[in-house]
T-cell receptor
Framework: DSGVTQTPKHLITATGQRVTLRCSPR?????VYWYQQSLDQGLQFLIQ???????AKGNILERFSAQQFPDLHSELNLSSLELGDSALYFC???????????????FGEGSRLTVL | QKEVEQDPGPLSVPEGAIVSLNCTYS??????FMWYRQYSRKGPELLMY????GNKEDGRFTAQVDKSSKYISLFIRDSQPSDSATYLC??????????????FGSGTRLQVQP
């Protein structure tokens, strides 16, 4: 168990809808990362928050947004969903503001989103 | 072109075989290289970490980096059915520290047959 909790584990919705994925990082970790994993693209970095502030942005679509709350949990909001948004969404956490030391990120078990 | 390329497999080997998993990368600024292991329905977990070129050994696992050819390898000796998983290589460089996250390969699925 990595200590990172993600909910929901599975989500099925329709095109055009909006969903929110939730992540609780490991106790004491200030950084939260969101990744999207699809069969053809692998693990793609979406966005990073550190202690409530956006720190880095990757290949995140404008239809997607995220935030990190004062209690350090994070939410990833996906709107106007398309079939191609079907994927596994992972949250990861680390204690530092960026990748340092061993480069270790602690991943949750992911939220599987299916858009029909 | 992706910054980190990896053959998706699947790679099927008999128990006890030596497994070689490989990645290539294009960003010469990468200095830190990692292998993550991902079991089915789980998140990735860090397996090995290497800084710059050279070898690193941990039990049955050896990670190798050749920066001159931009080649990353993971060797698994005496492979076990419990090694069956997807192996993802990852990298980052100084400019990524505090600014970006790890860049991952797409993963190679390994199946070790008992």
């Amino acid at each position: 168990d990595s200590g990172v909790t993600q909910t929901p584990k599975h989500l099925i919705t329709a095109t055009g809808q909006r969903v929110t994925l939730r992540c609780s990082p490991r106790s004491g970790d200030l950084s939260v990362y969101w990744y999207q994993q699809s069969l053809d693209q692998g693990l793609q970095f979406l966005i990073q928050y550190y202690n409530g502030e956006e720190r880095a942005k990757g290949n995140i679509l404008e239809r997607f947004s995220a935030q990190q709350f004062p209690d350090l949990h994070s939410e990833l909001n996906l709107s106007s969903l398309e079939l191609g948004d079907s994927a596994l969404y992972f949250c990861a956490s680390s204690s530092s503001s960026g990748i340092a030391g061993t480069g270790e990120l602690f991943f949750g078990e992911g939220s599987r989103l299916t858009v029909l | 072109q992706k910054e980190v390329e990896q053959d998706p497999g699947p790679l099927s080997v008999p128990e006890g075989a030596i497994v070689s998993l490989n990645c290539t990368y294009s960003n010469s600024a990468f200095q830190y290289f990692m292998w993550y292991r991902q079991y089915s329905r789980k998140g990735p977990e860090l397996l090995m970490y290497t800084y710059s070129s050279g070898n690193k050994e941990d039990g049955r696992f050896t990670a190798q980096v050749d920066k001159s050819s931009k080649y990353i390898s993971l060797f698994i000796r005496d492979s076990q059915p419990s090694d069956s998983a997807t192996y993802l290589c990852a990298a980052f460089g100084p400019q990524d520290t505090g600014r970006r996250a790890l860049t991952f390969g797409s993963g190679t699925r390994l199946q070790v047959q008992p």
